[in-house]
């Protein structure tokens, strides 16, 4: 494993490789999201003719209409957005650190259109940070790591959590975000795989299943009174909503009926920096690729 925690403006010089087609800015920690044009145009006092006043009217729409141009990536620590954002950006993988600032990435998606992709830390201090991207964003990547989640599960559960709260608490006059959940290093599944599914289905299977137990169980845990993680005793319990489903008696919690709107999976993998192994076991975006090509 390569990742270590590392000072930041190294890690800038690492993943910023000469390219016209994208940029990565970087924001500081607790920085605000850049503003992006001003969404009312400031009328002048003086005289302005009426047809300038509606050419600023329809600017003004168009700009706001413009705006949820973002992709943004969360997830627990290790997951893989940082090189899903690096294979985004520059088409291919570079040594990664554990994040300690939101990396910020624009990218093109197409001929004509532009994307911004946004990479919360998983770090627990920093995660909560994606709240602030929310109202610019139009697809949500939970990223998992599909290797590992049997053993994260509560962990991965409760980040996940989290982010149902946030979404179903927008307001509804904000158009909710697509989520979408990248069952994340599918690559590494093909030891274990002795069947002709494929390792991004196996990955997908394994990560419904287990955030879907693990989320259940949290809900019968809150509504029971039970001590799960992150659902401590000072006043959360009960209070994170999130997890609410088709209203079927007795029925537990499951993806394709929760109420805060539609959830994609995708398996994804990429080629680590530091792999020996090439092209024939070469990782795979592509998924992603055609979701936010049509989604975005
Ligand atoms: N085998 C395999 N390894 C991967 C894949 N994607 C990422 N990795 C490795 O997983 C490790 C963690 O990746 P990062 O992108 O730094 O993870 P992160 O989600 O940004 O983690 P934080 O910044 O701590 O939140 C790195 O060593 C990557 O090389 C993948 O698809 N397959
Ligand atoms: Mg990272």
């Known amino acids: 494993m390569s990742k ?8 800038l010089n690492v993943l910023a490789p000469n390219s016209s087609q994208s940029t990565i800015t970087w924001i500081m920690e607790g920085e605000k999201t850049p503003q992006s ?12 003719p009426p047809s300038l006043v509606i050419a600023s009217l329809i600017a ?3 700009n706001s209409k413009s705006r949820g141009n973002t992709f943004l990536l969360v997830g627990p620590p290790d997951a893989g957005k940082t090189s899903i954002l690096s294979q985004l950006a520059y088409s291919q993988t570079l040594p990664t650190q554990t994040s300690m600032q939101i990396n910020s990435a624009v990218v093109s998606i197409s ?5 911004r992709v946004v990479d919360i830390p998983g770090h627990a201090r920093l995660r909560n940070q994606f709240e602030e991207y ?4 139009k697809v949500v990547g939970f990223v998992v790591d599909a290797s590992t989640i049997s053993r994260n599960a509560p962990a991965v559960a409760e980040h996940l959590h989290h982010i ?3 979404l179903t608490s927008l307001p509804p006059s904000q158009q909710l975000p697509l989520l979408v959940i990248l069952a994340h290093k599918a690559d590494l599944f093909k030891s ?10 196996l990955a997908i299977t394994r990560v419904k299943a287990i955030l879907e137990r693990e989320l259940e169980k949290r809900r019968v845990s809150q509504s029971g009174g039970i001590n799960v993680e992150g659902l401590g005793e000072d006043g959360e319990r009960g209070g994170m909503g999130g997890l609410e489903c088709g209203e079927k008696e007795g029925s537990s919690f499951k993806f394709d009926e929760w109420e805060g ?12 920096a530091n792999s020996d192994e090439k092209s024939a076991s070469e990782g795979s975006l592509e998924s992603l690729w055609e979701c936010l090509a049509e989604n975005m």
């Not at 001929?111 to 994307?115: L, P, T, Y």
């Not at 929310?134 to 964003?137: A, F, G, N, Q």
């Not at 709107?261 to 680590?272: A, K």
């Open 4 to 11: 270590q925690l590392g000072v930041d403006s190294a890690k």
């Open 37 to 48: 044009a001003p969404e009312v145009v400031p009328l002048s006092t003086t005289f302005t």
């Open 60 to 62: 003004a729409l168009k």
């Open 111 to 115: 001929s004509d259109k532009s994307i």
């Open 134 to 137: 929310l109202p610019e964003t």
């Open 164 to 166: 149902l709260h946030a």
């Open 192 to 201: 274990t795989s002795s069947s002709n599914t494929s390792t991004s289905a």
């Open 261 to 272: 709107g539609d959830v994609v999976f995708l398996g994804t993998s990429i080629t680590p």
